[in-house]
């Protein structure tokens, strides 16, 4: 089974343990570990696959943590730098579901590409440009670009999610063109239905899907939350449902469904894009996966594992 490498930011949740409050009256927080990239790549190693987490947490207790939770959920974190101080997030969950969301930011956006040591990235591994941060300044944005021009050279498998964050990007059109510049040589590009409007500048989501192939992308997944997830390749279209489940907090269900979607992949002998029967298949197990992280609140301690996402067959 092939690496799947995850490029991005490693943080702090402080998740309010009060119920259906903002950050404003929310007096109660637990210490959990978050980050998009790192994310995926526990969904990964969960679900009984092989990922290399690529990043920088503080050389704090903090990052200590973090790096312990990540070796607990088997992720390899030997491209893993601890300088400085952690990044922080405070995060409360509304009577919704949804997220109230404060950032401080901190080491991770001062990962370095001399950090990388490439030798250890394989021709037929895959990479995954996931991360909520890395567009907002550099060392990491120029790390992150100096990554895809490496994986273009090297011609592998690229997975792209730009995860906007509204309260981070201060410039929505430069994001966007940047955005663009990664769904141009992306093989998987998963989006949810406000990045793929702001990203096409269509409403129609199918015409947004041909839009972002157009762009380059050879297979695009809009993910409808409850009602499922939008598949597009350039021959073909179609809605894949998900499944059923009592929403507690939706904190990584976009990341666990990426995460599931490359652990697919990386277990499969073919070439991508592969045949569009196929490619439902792994929409439909990966939108249980993302459905089933809501049943909990955290993003990696509520990751399901194969025999979790089984018993939904």
Known sequence: ????????????DFVCRNTNVSLVNGSDFEKKAGGAPANVAATITK???HATFMGQVGNDPFGEFLEQTLQHAHVDTSMLIKDKQ???????????G?????????????????????SKIKTNDLIHFGSATALLSSPLKDTYFQLLQHARESDQFIS???????????????????????????????VSQEE?????????????????LNHGAKAVAITLGKDGTLLATKDKQTIVPSISIQQVDTTGAGDAFV????????KSEQTFPHNFEDLTTFISFAN????????????????????????YD
């Open 259 to 266: 995460g599931a979607m490359l652990y697919q992949i990386a």
């Open 196 to 212: 793929a409007i702001m990203l096409s500048k269509e409403s129609d989501l199918q015409q947004s899907a041909l839009k972002l």
């Open 1 to 12: 089974m092939r690496n799947v490498f995850c490029i991005g930011e490693l943080l702090i």
């Open 160 to 190: 792209f999610d730009p995860n906007y964050r509204n309260a981070l990007i201060t410039n929505t059109e430069q994001f966007i063109q940047d955005c663009l510049t990664f769904i141009k040589h992306a093989h998987f590009v998963k």
């Open 98 to 118: 949804e997220r109230d969301f404060t950032f401080m930011r901190g080491a991770d956006g001062e990962y370095h590409f001399n950090s990388i040591d490439l």
């Open 47 to 49: 679900l009984g696959g």
């Open 86 to 96: 952690t990044t922080l997030a405070f995060v409360s969950i509304d009577q919704n």
């Open 288 to 311: 249980k996966v993302g459905a089933l992280t809501c049943k909990n609140y955290g993003a990696i301690a509520s990751l399901p594992s194969l025999t979790d996402v089984k018993a």
